[in-house]
């Protein structure tokens, strides 16, 4: 019989409705509950695309005698940690501050006041590598609970002082300069590897928004090594594994030092921020390669993630179905020498094996290889490599697919239409432009309300229950603001006024300028989390920062433009410090030292050839964080295009920064040198 989570509308939380555990949603009702029957709450966090998630819930919480038990003694609670990132920031904060290290899934021990007192992670449902099982700290906080109580709430109201007194220490409220950039690069610089590009050891992430800084550093000061970082690292990730070498897109990061193996989830986030980065390269260098995977995934996002309703998904996950019933990591995408001779023949087969990297012994487990792409020197026949990722593709597209969680995140779907609105542009791609408008009209239509307050989730075209966070206002509004830039329409700068300044009342401190990422009136945690650092997106703060950064660009607002400055403070205390956890906070900062630019091209209208040469131009115009709105001559739709007469006649665009203009100019490669940082 299905429990609580039935109802829910997070496909994780579905995931488990099935169980024997009588969970509960979070919800004010599990702890009143737990109040009720006097008995600790057992917090189970975690996402539908974790591999160990899955691990647990099969060996522990589908099996009849743990949930008999659980449900005996504790009131058992299931968050999914991309609709609730409050609770799950909240907490995993504790279980790091107390044991070191953190992950999903994430299991938490509290008081009917909703006070961690034990915390861990994953447990086996027996002893294992020094590990107690599940049951055994089942029992162990049971017997604690009813035996030594004081001393359970103590180390519980411990707990909470601890967390109170993690303050952020936020610096001077004073953007990054010169010198605390040039820190920024030099700590990347140390941190690089440059053997194999991106930075640090195993496991190796994509450093989306430390390669946005990196680019947009050279742009504004020429620094060779930047753009090297950048597009070695880009060429590495995308030679390797964690590319998906025949549908494009990327997998959440690489098991080793050297992008091999990949952990094989597919997220949004990571393909949206991609997408982009990659797209920001080819405008840099013309790369070749830069262009080609900006495209992959951008199609790659709309044709295996985008929802009926026109958003876009979660994730896919790491596991499917290996053709025997078992659900195996990485199955959907890997491939020993005999399936290759089994698709393609003998000949082609060993042409593949070559191309692709697969080896007798594997890359990966059992023999099975990860395709990647190492550099070949030599003569490559393309038309026949084309055939052979299509016959792959083909044939790979009748395995059992890996799950899709159909989720809709805000946020997320604010990078997405960020980075297909971009590309779209830039490639004269104008169904991945209509992509991104549709995924923003969903936002607005299902996620916003009157008051323009954001809601998280939806699925199935139903708005969940949850308040959007700091990254939701921030994430969707840069959306906007990107999708105003290349359309010419002044409704998403509108649009992102109204996120934006929920941001100004509602997440910034008035006293210090520092942002929340829960809102002022939202539901009280034991804290309000609060945390500038990226992680896989973004943080919250630093998106904000640049967000209201261009708004106040686009419309001369001197609240938004403060607010941006103010929120970089945190920026100039931990870039030097450490660089690679706020690379979009350095990102913005380089936009602050520039500006940044602000470009109105103004013709006949955008279906006018002169004015769509202008327009594209500006669109590719490298300095940081230049805003750019177009539109026909007497046009009120940005505050941009007032007062902007024709030159002679002709479709003109206008550059201006820091309150001061060039003369406007009529000629597109004049205009691409004044926007070449």
């Given at each position: 019989m299905p429990n609580r989570l039935a109802h829910e509308t997070s496909p994780y939380l579905l995931q488990h409705a099935d169980n024997p555990v009588d969970w509960w949603p979070w919800s004010s009702e599990a702890f009143e509950e737990a109040r009720k029957r006097n008995v600790p709450v057992l917090l189970s966090v975690g996402y539908s695309s974790c591999h160990w998630c899955h691990v647990m819930a099969h060996e522990s919480f589908e099996d009849e005698e743990t949930a008999e038990y659980l449900n005996a003694h504790y009131v058992s609670v299931k968050v999914d940690r991309e609709e609730r990132p409050d609770v799950d920031a909240v907490y995993m904060e504790a279980v790091q501050a107390a044991t070191g290290q953190g992950g999903w899934p994430m299991t938490v021990f509290l008081t009917p006041d909703a006070e961690p007192f034990y915390f861990g992670t994953y447990f086996p449902p027996s002893p294992r590598q020094g590990m107690p099982s599940f049951r055994q700290v089942l029992q162990g906080v049971h017997q604690a609970w009813d035996e030594r109580r004081d001393e359970v709430a103590e180390v519980a109201g411990k707990i909470v002082r601890d967390l109170a007194g993690r303050?952020?220490?936020?610096?001077?409220?004073?953007?990054?300069?010169?010198?605390?950039?040039?820190?920024?690069?030099?700590?990347?610089?140390?941190?690089?590897?440059?053997?194999?590009?991106?930075?640090?050891?195993?496991?190796?992430?994509?450093?989306?928004?430390?390669?946005?800084?990196?680019?947009?550093?050279?742009?504004?000061?020429?620094?060779?090594?930047?753009?090297?970082?950048?597009?070695?690292?880009?060429?590495?990730?995308?030679r390797g594994g964690m590319y998906d070498q025949l549908g494009g897109g990327f997998a959440r990061y690489s098991v080793d030092r050297d992008w091999v193996v990949p952990h094989f989830e597919?997220?949004?986030?990571?393909?949206?921020?991609?997408?982009?980065?990659y797209a920001h390269l080819w405008r840099s260098t013309g790369s070749e390669l830069a262009r080609r995977v900006a495209l992959e995934t951008a199609d790659f996002m709309v044709r295996e993630l985008r929802t009926n309703e026109g958003g876009f998904a979660s994730a896919l996950d790491a596991d499917s179905d290996d053709g025997t019933g078992r659900h195996v990591e990485g199955a959907y995408y890997v491939w020993t020498p005999e399936q290759l001779r089994e698709v393609l023949g003998d000949e082609d087969a060993e042409l593949a094996a070559r191309h692709f990297g697969v080896t007798e012994e594997g890359t990966f487990e059992e023999g099975a290889s990860v395709l990647q792409l190492p550099v070949r020197d030599g003569f490559v026949d393309a038309g026949r490599v084309a055939s052979i990722r299509e016959r792959l593709l083909a044939a790979r597209s009748g395995r059992p697919a890996p799950?899709?969680?159909?989720?809709?995140?805000?946020?997320?779907?604010?990078?997405?239409?960020?980075?297909?609105?971009?590309?779209?542009?830039?490639?004269?791609?104008?169904?991945?432009?209509?992509?991104?408008?549709?995924?923003?009209?969903?936002l607005v239509r299902l996620h916003l309300d009157e008051q323009a307050r954001l809601t998280r989730t939806s699925k199935d075209g139903r708005a969940g229950a949850n308040a959007g966070v700091l990254e939701d206002y921030a994430d969707v509004a840069e959306g906007f603001l990107a999708l105003a830039s290349v359309t010419g329409e002044g409704v998403w700068l509108e649009f992102a006024g109204f996120l934006l300044d929920h941001v100004l009342v509602r997440f910034t401190d008035p006293e210090s300028g520092s942002l929340y990422d829960t809102a002022a009136d939202a539901e009280r945690l034991i804290r309000r989390p609060q945390d500038p650092t990226d992680n896989a997106a973004p943080s919250g703060?630093?998106?904000?920062?640049?967000?209201?950064?261009?708004?106040?660009?686009?419309?001369?607002?001197e609240p938004h433009r403060t607010a941006a400055e103010r929120a970089l403070g945190v920026v100039k205390a931990l870039g030097p410090r450490v660089p690679r956890f706020i690379g979009w906070g350095l990102a913005a900062a380089e936009a602050v030292l520039d500006g940044p630019r602000e470009v109105a091209v103004v013709g006949p209208g955008l279906d006018d050839e002169g004015t769509r040469a202008l327009h594209r131009t500006a669109l590719l115009g490298t300095a940081p964080g230049a805003v750019v709105a177009a539109g026909a001559l007497g046009s009120d739709e940005f505050p941009l295009l007032a007062d902007r007469p024709l030159v002679g006649g002709e479709p003109a665009a206008y550059v201006c920064r820091n309150f001061t203009c060039d003369a406007p100019t009529t000629e597109p490669d004049r205009l691409r040198t004044v926007l070449s940082g």
């Open positions: 303050e952020i220490s936020y610096g001077d409220a004073q953007t990054p300069g010169e010198e605390e950039l040039a820190q920024a690069l030099l700590g990347l610089t140390r941190e690089y590897d440059p053997q194999r590009g991106g930075f640090g050891g195993a496991p190796k992430f994509p450093p989306s928004m430390a390669l946005e800084f990196l680019l947009r550093h050279h742009a504004r000061t020429g620094a060779e090594g930047a753009l090297q970082m950048a597009r070695d690292t880009c060429e590495r990730m995308a597919k997220m949004l986030y990571d393909n949206a921020l991609l997408c982009r980065v799950g899709r969680d159909d989720k809709v995140v805000a946020a997320w779907n604010g990078l997405a239409i960020a980075a297909l609105a971009e590309t779209g542009a830039y490639f004269d791609r104008p169904d991945l432009v209509e992509a991104a408008v549709a995924a923003a009209d969903l703060w630093t998106a904000a920062a640049n967000a209201l950064l261009s708004y106040a660009a686009h419309t001369g607002s």
